[in-house]
């Protein structure tokens, strides 16, 4: 069974550019989550999908981020524009639904703003 | 809000040695999960606890959660190089299905 996949896994951006990443989870799981992961520390929360809909964005920056999931499979988020204390991993997780507690991470991908 | 502070935050140790490495919170929790992150990929989960005083066991790993379910412990007898790696607590917020993970311990196993 596939992994989550994420992409790209490294992209160097300058600041006030936009930056997309991709998350594909495991097929078949109905919940999706974005969090970021700054060096050395856990990952926090930006957003949690059941299926389409974002059930909990209270902590996704919504000046500046915004996140799709269209169809309730794959997602996107943005960030537009980049600002240099956006630099992190952003990774990507799944589960069967929500409530299971087992979450699958992806790779994550780390974003350096110059 | 519930916070999960773990420590220590860094530990480097030979190989053989053993080691534990606490996650402590203010809070009750329903339930404690344990996670190792190895560079460039994402955390993958080790156990789960539910249960005031649980102990489990995966090989070396010892993972035990504490009888009032506000902190876990990890121990590791006899690491391994292969046991290097970020190790994360996780827990849901009450009443949500939302996680949050702990700060992290960062362990460097010497051959």
């Known amino acids: 069974e596939a992994g989550v996949v994420q992409s790209p896994r490294y992209k160097i951006i300058e600041k006030k550019q936009p930056v997309a990443f991709w998350c594909n989870p495991i097929s078949g799981h109905n919940t999706l989550y974005w969090y970021l992961q700054n060096l050395g520390q856990g990952p926090e929360l930006l957003i949690r999908y059941e299926n389409e809909e974002a059930v909990d964005d209270s902590q996704l920056p919504k000046d500046r981020f915004s996140a799709e999931r269209l169809k309730g499979v794959d997602s996107t988020l943005k960030i537009q524009p980049a600002e240099l204390g956006d630099s992190a991993v952003y990774l990507c997780?799944?589960?069967?639904?929500?409530?299971?507690?087992?979450?699958?991470f992806g790779p994550g991908t780390r974003l350096t703003v110059l | 809000t519930q916070l999960l502070e773990q420590s220590p935050q860094f530990l480097s140790i030979q190989e053989g040695e053993n080691l534990t490495v606490y996650c402590n919170s203010s809070s009750v929790f329903s339930s404690l999960q344990w996670y190792r992150q190895e560079p460039g990929e994402g955390p993958v989960l080790l156990v789960t606890?539910?249960?005031?005083?649980e102990v489990k066991k995966l090989k070396r790993l010892t993972f035990q959660f504490g009888d009032a379910r506000k902190d876990s412990s990890l121990h590791i007898t006899a690491a391994q190089p292969g046991d290097t790696g970020l190790y994360l607590c996780?827990?849901?917020?009450?009443?949500?299905?939302?996680?949050?993970f702990g700060t992290g311990t960062r362990l460097k196993v010497l051959a």
């Open positions: 997780a799944s589960s069967s639904h929500q409530g299971q507690d087992t979450q699958y």
């Open positions: 606890v539910v249960t005031g005083g």
């Open positions: 996780a827990g849901p917020t009450s009443g949500t299905y939302k996680y949050i």
